[in-house]
């Protein structure tokens, strides 16, 4: 409350606005995440995506397909280079061979919040450690490094692969913004989730508990899920 009696929300003595992401890579055990260069990424991202004969990680994006990675790597070029979006690929540390991307955008330095996006997982990436790893990554930056206090995440409600993708991240669904956009000639409501700064102890606990190598088997299958994990740090 106020000295007017009004019910106000709670004080943050001390904050400050949050830095804005560097551009410096990010390390892990399956995958290395770093800003995007066309020159260099767009002909593995190109033979990533094409794996995708029938185009169906293109139908919820507001780009693509592209038809030659010379097309994809003038995209990159034209769209992909600013600081908000601030695009990464997402390295195989096997192969060395840039497998995806995703983006921190709709950066926000004032109230601390930040949105992750343009995910793109081709097949080769879709299901395995690296994938996890790569989110996991990207939410110890924003909350671990620069102090967010709100992760954003947000997808056509059409888009139900997303939706549960969120779920199992450890996000809480918020709720649907009606006809928030057009895109491909077509009207989108928009989903939105979020992690906030007070959920991330517990969710990091669960991210390292199923990265960690005992959660594995010989043959790189995990031996308990993530959600098992998450469930299990919110109870605790």
Known sequence: ?????????????????????????MEGRFCRIEPLDPGRHAPDLYAAYAEDAEGRMWTYMAHGPFASAAELEAWMRSTCLGDDPLVHAIVDAKTGRAVGAASFMRIEPAPGVIEVGSITYPPRLQRTAAATETMYLMMRRVFDELGYRRYEWK???????????????????????????????????????????GDWPALKAAFEGWLDPANFDGEGRQRRSLGTFVDAARAA
């Open 155 to 197: 997808c056509d409600t059409c888009n139900a692969p997303s939706r549960a993708a969120a779920a199992r991240l450890g996000f809480t669904f918020e709720g649907i913004f009606r006809q928030a956009t057009v895109y491909k000639g077509r009207n989108r409501d928009t989903a939105w989730f979020s992690i906030l700064d």
């Open 1 to 25: 409350m106020n000295e007017l009696g009004q019910p106000i929300g709670d004080a943050l003595p001390g904050w400050t606005p949050r830095p804005r992401p560097p551009r410096t890579p």
